[in-house]
Each structure stands twice: as C-alpha cells, then as structure tokens.
C-alpha cells in the first residue's frame, strides 16, 4: 500500500477519533439506520396528517 505525506497523521486521527471495532461501526450504522428510518416515518406521518387535514379541509 502507498503512503502519501500525512498518511500516518491521518491513521493516527482516524483511530483516536473513531476507536471502533468493526462491531463498534455496525452497531453505530444500525443506530445511524433507526435513526434515520424513524425521522423518515415521521416527517411522512406528518405530511399524511397534513394531506388529511387539507382533504378534510376541502371536502
């Protein structure tokens, strides 16, 4: 593997930043995943509740 000026700054960096196992990483992606998926059901539950008040507004 090549290395580039900086290159062990940055491997230092990214392991004191991120100090993750790869099961560390999975579990942070799955927490990054609910969260995501949640505040997607929740802005469409909003925007359904929107269209319902609307609809009942004009009907």
């Known amino acids: 593997m090549k290395t580039y000026p900086g290159h062990q700054d940055f491997e230092d960096y990214t392991r004191q930043e991120y100090p993750l196992s790869p099961l560390g990483y999975g ?32 009907t």
Request: aromatic share 6%; hydrophobic share 65%.
């Open 27 to 58: 579990l942070v992606g799955a927490l990054a995943g609910v969260v995501i998926i949640s505040l997607i059901g929740a802005v469409s539950y909003g925007i359904g509740s929107a269209v319902d008040a609307v609809a009942s507004f004009l």
